[in-house]
């Protein structure tokens, strides 16, 4: 539920006037230089940005789901390099370490990730191990007090700018699948090393690179939870949430770009009349909407649903599928109601946003994993009456 509404309006009318006073202006900027000015990031961290999700005893600001998401859809009306920044801390860079850390643990990292001092990352995918993510092969033995983790991570978000990461590895010789699979805390040091940025199609700001560990030395209390074999359940915990969380980041781009093509519409006259007056373009414009709509009602309710304490496997992996998807076709019928402007970088941002958004059926698991889970999940409930 929202708690003390005034104060989290307040939030949302804060990161609404952020997106569209500070960032938007500075959208093409980030696109060309591809990083994001030091000074943005020192009035993210000030604004406490980076510790929306991390609880109020550690220094964030302890959001439900359901405030995350509605924050989400705010800053996500921008391009993706913004919440890219922040949103490992507020999403899968710290979540391992809230549903399942020690107290020592979240005493020792989440202040410091909460005010943006440290930014963390998720690192799970690998070269063998991307749909099937159990199939991991980066190893972690144990000697003594320390373990020593070897092997390599790839398509980390953040990867080259982060302090922290969230490693998921195998502790058990010879097991297989999820089983002897554990999730350890390692701060950038010796043994670990990150690749350059990808070039990639959009997301121009965001860095993603591989990650590889040789040799790289990590003290026993950096096994999240202490418990060896449970990182698979971590990594599920925190995947549940942040398919809600992706989910809400896919609504925001919908909504600016139907915002740019309406308006773009509305004020383009072709044959004597506005662009948005032709009824095939209102059919365009009336299929966002709907969809739109359709993306963020599926979502608050699953969220709500995670607050109240249900099992959202099912919802997530649905809210993650279908607004996904739905930006995607938003996207592309922008670009048409836009015309030749929307297909050229220097007239307008819909070219950028149309590459950027391409990724979000990808990552997160993608659209065809979500049909198989989705499935798999409803034919498991619907046996079980």
């Given at each position: ?5 005034p104060?989290?309006?307040?939030l ?13 202006p ?33 220094g ?14 705010e800053l ?20 391992a ?32 191990a991307g ?53 350890f ?53 925190v ?6 969380h ?29 662009v948005a ?31 109240r ?8 992996s ?68």
């Amino acid at each position: 539920m929202i708690r003390d509404t005034p104060h989290f309006e307040a939030l949302r009318a804060d990161i609404r006037a952020f997106v569209r006073e500070r960032w938007h202006p500075l959208e093409e900027q980030v696109s060309r230089d591809n990083d994001i000015p030091l000074d943005v990031v020192d009035e993210l961290r000030r604004k406490g940005y980076f510790g929306w999700s991390i609880p109020e005893a550690y220094g964030g600001l302890g959001l439900t789901t359901e405030e995350l998401v509605l924050c989400a859809m705010e800053l996500s009306q921008s391009s993706v390099a913004l919440r890219a920044r922040v949103g490992t801390n507020t999403g899968i860079g710290s979540e391992a370490l809230v549903a399942d850390g020690t107290e020592a643990q979240k005493q020792r990292w989440l202040p410091r990730m909460a005010t943006g001092e440290l930014t963390g990352c998720l690192a799970l995918t690998e070269p063998e191990a991307g749909s099937e993510a159990s199939n991991v092969q980066t190893t972690a033995r144990r000697e003594g007090d320390h373990y020593v983790l070897n092997g390599s991570k790839r398509f980390i978000t953040n990867a080259p700018v982060a302090d922290v990461f969230t490693v998921i590895a195998r502790t058990e010789d010879g097991s297989k699948g999820s089983k002897g699979v554990s999730a350890f805390l390692v701060e950038r040091g010796p043994g670990l090393t990150t690749g350059a940025p990808y070039r990639m199609m959009g997301q121009a700001g965001s860095f993603v690179s591989d990650v590889h560990f040789d040799e790289c030395r990590v003290h026993a209390d950096q096994l999240i939870g202490g418990r060896e074999g449970m990182g698979f359940q971590t990594v599920m915990k925190v995947l549940n949430k942040q398919r809600l969380h992706l989910a809400a980041l896919c609504t925001g781009p919908a909504i600016r770009m139907l915002d740019l093509a309406m308006a773009h519409t509305s004020g383009r006259n072709q044959f004597g009349q506005a662009v948005a007056d032709f009824q095939l373009v209102q059919a365009m414009i009336a299929d966002s909407r709907t969809e739109i709509y359709a993306a963020r009602s599926m979502i608050l309710e699953a969220a709500r649903a995670r607050d109240r304490g249900e099992d959202v496997a099912l919802s997530a992996s649905m809210c993650k599928y279908f607004a996904s998807e739905m930006c995607g076709r938003v996207a592309d019928r922008a670009v048409q109601m836009f015309g030749g402007s929307g297909y050229v970088a220097d007239f307008s941002p819909i070219e950028r946003y149309y590459r950027d958004v391409r990724l979000f059926r990808l990552y997160e698991g993608t659209s065809q994993i979500h049909q198989l889970n989705i499935a798999k999940l409803a034919l498991r409930e619907a046996g079980a009456r």
